[in-house]
């Protein structure tokens, strides 16, 4: 850990914060999870913050899972009493994704940062692609794949989503609708999916940061509890300012929006390796 003194860790808080503030409007304009947002912001606070480069990426992923833990329950809660959260589906999926996860977790914990920057910018990358040009509803019914196909991408989803640092919405949501998967119980399902990504993920980044010298102040593991407790409530503030702003604007601008967000950031995050 870097030894800091009272004015240095008050300004580390602050710009945490502020983060938070950042990531819930962005989350709340853009209708994304937090983590797509926090892992990029993280990372570039870190790179301001002179943080070691082998360790801020995966600082930067193991905290924004913490949060998706919180952020999700009361997601995942909110889509159960509506009755959007598809249980078959979560039943079939869900130990394929958990797999992901654990291997994800353990090819995370243990890859470069760089690596981790790399799948990052990359997905994010794909991402954006798929937003900036997604088909309009009146685009061909497609059938969801059955087994093994529907396993291994329940698999996909959980090993890129935990070294991603975000939750399961960013790629199954996509997913989902391409498939012509009814949009609100993908949201739905998607946040219950999660849940089961974000907590053997914080565990497994924890655990595969002890030890690890260079860590940013307040940190356990690869998880900065300055961070995790500074973002949660600032951006639950801020997401309804977002998302007023969002009812102002059009669903095409907003799917632009996102997706320039996403090309910017994987531009970005390119560049910091290269």
């Not at 849940?195 to 260079?214: H, K, Q, S």
């Amino acid at each position: 850990m870097l030894d800091v003194g009272l004015t240095e860790a008050l300004t580390l808080i602050g710009i945490l914060v502020v983060t938070g503030a950042i990531a819930g409007i962005i989350s709340g304009l853009l209708g994304v999870g937090g983590g797509i947002v926090i892992v990029p912001v993280l990372f570039f606070v870190f790179i301001g913050l002179d943080i070691e480069e082998e360790v801020r990426m995966h600082v930067a992923v193991g905290t924004s899972l913490a949060t998706i833990i919180f952020t999700g329950f009361m997601s995942a809660r909110s889509h159960w009493k509506k009755g959007s959260v598809d249980t078959d589906l979560l039943k079939r999926w869900g130990p394929a994704v958990a797999f992901g996860v654990i291997v994800g977790t353990v090819i995370g914990g243990n890859v470069s940062g760089e690596v981790l920057t790399i799948v990052f910018a990359v997905v994010a990358a794909l991402v954006a692609i798929n937003m900036a040009f997604k088909p309009s509803e009146a685009s061909q019914k497609r059938e969801m794949p059955k087994s093994p196909l529907k396993e291994l991408l329940g698999t996909i989803i959980g090993l890129f989503s935990v070294m991603m640092g975000i939750g399961g919405g960013t790629l199954s949501v996509p997913i989902l609708s391409f498939f012509a998967y009814p949009i609100r119980k993908a949201v739905g399902t998607a946040s219950a999916i999660g849940l089961i990504i974000a907590i053997p993920g914080t565990i497994g980044y924890i655990w595969f940061g002890l030890g690890v010298e260079d860590l940013p102040p307040f940190s356990l593991g690869y998880v900065n509890l300055a961070g995790l407790i500074a973002i949660i409530p600032a951006s639950m503030l801020t997401a309804p300012l977002g998302a007023r702003i969002a009812h102002s604007i059009s669903p095409a601008a907003l799917r632009y929006c996102f997706a320039a967000f996403l090309a910017l950031t994987s531009i970005r995050m390119i560049t910091s390796v290269l």
